[in-house]
């Protein structure tokens, strides 16, 4: 009798539901989890997201704020998909996943949709409306970007989850909130993913997924190239009504020859004047990083970051926001740098009268340029950060906190070397338009021991 009583409970709660709610709790679980984490690697982007939401909605007051939401965003998100994978106090956590599934698919309803219907408002009403619309809503940070559209129809597919996990939640299993195995792993859980924020926020994200990380060919996303433009002349044929397209060149050939150009003249009639691309350039995934040297107005960024050998830009957003509390060891640094002939640069968002009142308070001897301080941000988080970098390469970064001396450089140097070995292997020094930043570093040596053969 109690034999079939126990197999009849298990057939009543093995049932096709019962794997349903279970892989629900697990997928949305893990999901959160590790969206979770990935933002919680790099607060400071979250920040920096938080900003435009701010912005766009016209809720300037906030932005102060936008590091505690970015932490606090965070950690919510952990531990709710902490809860549910490790199926901790289920019936809670399951309200606390459709508040924020139910907050996030009516913001990225909007986020997909706003400018549709804004347009057609306009178009009902004959009005002029124009709206900032944050076009990456940041779910994964850095590591993946999706449109808005796509990131709203993957919230509905997860809440469909969510949905499933809520209606089904008095079927998961049931704990007091007192027992040890329901608060001490949330504890473990919170200090977790609190602990990561904090330590990747005094130094760098220990996961970079941003352009400027590690064994990245940063050359690549900072190089740029003009189109080639050329013009084309369009003449009519006078008899068959047939257009002719002449370039410059074809046109002065024909004005050499008299009697061809008197041909030409009787039988065709000027049109029109238009652009060829003759090669349409490349425009550089970084558009907006620049090195500018204001004195001369030059972005020098490709021969900077294009240098052979080692060399060092010093990132700081702003100078009147750095902390400076360790710059002086920054400048002996620096100093050791430039007596060893290793370059050694800064770059800043400040402006000009900051910069030298900067650099004469600090005796400064390394040049400074200028950049917006939006992309200084994207490529290092601390304010001010250093990176290291070898023939295009980014071979290593810091935050002020952790800006190594000279001389254990220097013991590093082998083991760079041989990290740029591999970087290379996995992705050569090759830029958009196509030309091996090796082979041309070859070809410029060659040329200087041609001219210098005494050297």
Excluded at 96 to 102: E, G, I, N, P, R
Excluded at 326 to 338: G, H, K, P, T, V
Aim: charged share 20%.
């Amino acid at each position: 009798m109690s034999f079939c009583l126990t197999v009849s409970y298990r057939k009543e709660h093995k049932n096709f539901m019962y794997y349903v709610r279970h892989f629900s709790r697990i997928f949305i679980g893990i999901l959160f989890v590790f969206s979770g984490y990935v933002k919680a690697v790099d607060p400071f982007g979250g920040a920096l997201k938080f900003e435009e939401y701010f912005a766009s909605f016209g809720m300037d007051f906030m932005i102060p704020l936008s590091m505690s939401f970015s932490i606090l965003l965070n950690v919510a998100e952990f531990i709710i998909g902490f809860a549910l994978l490790f199926s901790i106090q289920i019936q809670l956590f399951a309200w606390a996943l459709l508040l924020f599934m139910l907050f996030f698919t009516v913001l990225t309803f909007w986020l997909a949709y706003a400018l549709d219907i804004v347009a057609l408002f306009n178009s009902l009403f004959n009005t002029n409306y124009h709206i900032f619309v944050v076009t990456d809503c940041g779910c994964f940070g850095d590591f993946i970007t999706l449109s808005n559209k796509a990131t709203f129809y993957k919230n509905i597919v997860f809440l469909f989850f969510t949905l499933i996990i809520i209606i089904e939640r008095n079927r998961y299993k049931k704990q007091s909130f007192h027992y040890i195995t329901q608060w001490m792993p949330l504890l473990l859980g919170l200090g977790l993913v609190l602990f990561i924020q904090i330590h990747c926020l005094r130094h760098e994200p220990w996961h970079d997924f941003r352009p400027w990380k590690k064994g990245n060919f940063i050359a690549a996303e900072t190089y740029s190239e003009a189109p080639i433009v050329d013009y084309v002349f369009q003449y009519q044929n006078n008899k068959n009504k047939t257009i002719k397209e002449l370039s410059v060149d074809e046109l002065m050939k024909i004005s050499e020859d008299s009697l061809q150009s008197i041909d030409f003249e009787n039988n065709y009639t000027y049109l029109d004047r238009k652009e060829k691309i003759i090669h349409p350039g490349t425009h550089a995934k970084l558009s907006d990083f620049s090195i500018m040297d204001i004195e001369k107005n030059m972005d020098l960024k490709e021969s900077i970051i294009e240098q052979k050998e080692f060399h060092f830009i010093l990132f700081i957003h702003d100078i009147t926001k750095s902390n400076l509390s360790n710059f002086d060891e920054i400048n002996a640094m620096a100093s050791q740098c430039i007596n060893n002939n290793i370059p050694f640069i800064a770059v800043t968002g400040s402006t000009v009268n900051e910069i030298n009142e900067f650099k004469s308070k600090y005796k400064i001897d390394f040049p400074i340029y200028f950049s917006d301080e939006t992309p200084l941000k994207t490529a290092i988080r601390n304010n001010p950060g250093l990176i290291l970098l070898k023939d295009g390469y980014v071979m290593d970064k810091w935050s002020f906190r952790d800006i190594p001396n000279f001389e254990n450089l220097k013991v590093k140097i082998e083991a760079y070397n041989l990290k740029l070995k591999k970087y290379k292997s996995n992705h050569p020094p090759i830029l958009p338009n196509g030309v091996n930043l090796d082979s041309m570093h070859l070809i410029h040596k060659n040329i200087t021991n041609v001219a210098n053969p005494n050297e």
